[in-house]
């Protein structure tokens, strides 16, 4: 079992800037894909960024050119560096990890969830 810890959460003035960060409990190596979710109050949990194995990245487009997703393989770390923050980027945010295995299929894991809540 994979265990996610996150880190990084808080309150931000609109225009500023958090980093967060997902520990996992083991090497990251084996994980197709590591990522950052976010789900605001009676919504759905959406993406925000991705990272493959091979350093390919996605985001979803309301994030685009202010967040950033990078990792730490050495760490067993991946972060979310997000500058300009609005008040709509208010939300629980998630950290994930895939993993397909062999015999298992493909398997998610997830962080607790960390509260970013910016302010206008």
């Known amino acids: 079992q994979v265990q996610l810890v996150e880190s990084g959460g808080g309150l931000v003035q609109a225009g500023g800037s958090l980093r967060l960060s997902c520990a996992a409990s083991r090497s990251s190596f084996s994980f197709n894909s590591m990522g950052w979710y976010r789900q605001a109050p009676g919504k759905q949990r959406d993406l925000v960024a991705a990272?493959?194995?091979?350093?390919?990245?996605n985001y979803a487009d309301s994030v685009k050119g202010r967040f950033t997703i990078s990792r730490d393989n050495a760490k067993n770390t991946w972060y979310l560096q997000m500058n300009s923050l609005k008040p709509e980027d208010t939300a629980v945010y998630y950290c994930n990890a895939v993993e397909k295995l062999p015999l298992h299929g493909v398997i998610a894991y997830w962080g607790q969830g960390t509260q970013v809540t910016v302010s206008s």
């Open positions: 990272i493959t194995s091979d350093g390919s990245t």
